[in-house]
Nanobody, 124 residues
């Protein structure tokens, strides 16, 4: 399975941005998808998760109500719609894919495949 993340960029606080993650390869084996982010000098942390079937969304408290994770079945793509961006959202965003439904959604080791990351910079 290969994951290609895109959509990052430079925005001002309060603006919106949509990230995309295209999955290719043996995607029929996937169970869930997640987004993580890593701010400068900090560890990578969980942002959101969705079942590959499209349901079961789950968010970190820091983004709940502002970010929306979704999936387009026809394009094998998972999106992260980010609204009302804040300077603390500045990070490299990674998409991840898991083969199994087990393991906490917030834990990196629950995921088997990772995209290359896309940088989001929010200026205040």
């Amino acid at each position: 399975v290969q994951l290609q993340a895109s959509g990052g960029g430079l925005v001002q606080a309060g603006e919106s941005l949509r990230l995309s993650c295209v999955a290719s390869g043996s995607i029929s084996s996937l169970n869930r998808m997640g987004w993580f982010r890593q701010a400068p000098g900090k560890e990578r942390v969980f942002v959101a998760r969705i079942w590959w079937s499209g349901g079961g969304t789950f968010y970190a408290d820091s983004v709940k109500g502002r970010f929306t994770i979704s999936r387009d079945n026809t394009k094998n793509t998972v999106y992260l719609e980010m609204n009302d961006l804040k300077s603390e959202d500045t990070a490299v965003y990674y998409c991840a894919a898991a083969l199994q439904p087990f393991g906490p959604a917030r834990t990196e080791t629950s995921y088997d495949y990772w995209g290359q990351g896309t940088l989001v910079t929010v200026s205040s």
